[in-house]
């Protein structure tokens, strides 16, 4: 494989079902034929409400779905649906937007996300998937609320299918899903020798778009998130990160504080009796510098000679400067 392509995937999707399940044929079946039952719900003229029956379809044994799923009580099922309404909900859904609040309320009669995504990826494949966890985590997906967390993974699969499709066919968001599963099964499961799984692992790190976007999903992820409780969270894993995190606040902050924007040695000439209403008692020019130079191996050891920072020192850093910072924030 070259560049990292879920169409390929896409077409060994049938030879993960076998190793995974062991039964290709009846399992490809099983697609097909839900396909066609599902096809009457969708947009269209002869579109029907869906009831308890077509949402106990999935659950047939020539389809995997009843092996990872729990399958629903049909009595209780078609009470709850036909007191909430639910098949009013999903046709309310339009194929080209997202509603947080509908899926809030479909997730309600359904319960938990576990069935409502397999009934929403029958419904509308164009738009929504299955929700696997594994590879939510994969692709940095968030979500505040359970609605927002799957309208992002859905979204995110979207894009996926548009830029990481390299051919024909064109996948919908539910097939770049099973795609996606097909890659996560060959590097991940137990198919394969080592370097079999490496190579599909390899093909995926390495692609520079998967590289870029995966960073900007943690970017994102981020966003909003005060520096010094990142940080913080770098603690143990990361310390140097950590350090190099609290460092750069700490400029920032002291910056403000004297309201000039010079180097590091110019700002400590400038902290005199003038300046020492702004600053933390007992934080002198002389601890600053030992903050900045003497704490470990020092920043500028850090950043100009690849320097690492022990967890211990870290911590020290980083609880320095949030002392600092919050000195001068508004309580």
């Given at each position: 494989m070259g560049s990292f392509d879920l169409g390929e995937y896409w077409a060994l999707f049938g030879d993960a079902l076998e190793e995974r399940y062991g039964r290709k044929n009846r399992f490809e079946g099983g697609f097909a034929r839900i396909k066609a039952h599902y096809r009457q719900m969708q947009p269209g003229r002869y579109r029907r409400n869906i009831t308890a029956?077509?949402?106990l379809e999935i659950f047939k044994d020539d389809l995997p779905y009843e092996k990872d799923c729990s399958k629903p009580d049909h009595c209780a099922l078609a009470k709850r649906m036909e007191e909430t309404h639910v098949a009013d909900l999903i046709r309310r859904l339009t194929p080209?937007?997202?509603?947080?609040?509908?899926?809030s309320q479909i997730r309600y009669c359904f319960r938990d996300l576990g069935l409502t995504a397999p009934v929403l990826h029958h419904v509308y494949p164009e738009r929504y998937a299955m929700c696997s966890h594994h590879l939510a985590s994969l692709l940095f997906v968030r979500g505040r609320t359970v609605p927002e967390f799957y309208v992002d993974y859905c979204e995110e699969l979207l894009v996926w299918s548009k830029e990481k499709v390299l051919g024909?066919?064109?996948?919908?968001?539910?097939?770049?899903?099973?795609?996606?599963w097909t890659w996560y099964w060959f590097a991940h499961g137990r198919s394969g020798n080592r370097e079999s799984r490496r190579k599909h692992f390899t093909a995926f790190l390495t692609d520079r778009w998967v590289q870029d976007r995966r960073a900007l999903k943690i970017a994102r992820a981020w966003r909003g998130i005060d520096k010094l409780?990142?940080?913080?969270?770098?603690?143990d894993t990361e310390p140097t990160v950590a350090a190099i995190i609290a460092w750069r606040e700490f400029e920032r902050e002291l910056k403000r504080v004297l309201g000039h924007e010079g180097k590091m040695h110019q700002l400590l000439h400038m902290i005199d009796d003038s300046t020492s209403a702004t600053l933390p008692d007992g934080w002198t020019s002389e601890r600053i510098w030992q903050l900045w130079h003497r704490t470990g191996p020092g920043r500028d050891a850090v950043m100009h000679r690849g320097s690492e920072v022990?967890?211990?020192?870290?911590?020290?850093?980083v609880g320095l400067v949030r002392s600092f910072v919050d000195f001068n924030r508004p309580a």
């Open positions: 029956d077509d949402v080209d937007n997202y509603s947080k609040k509908l899926i024909p066919p064109d996948l919908n968001v539910a097939e770049t899903e099973f795609a996606l409780d990142l940080a913080r969270s770098y603690l022990s967890p211990e020192d870290a911590a020290s850093i």
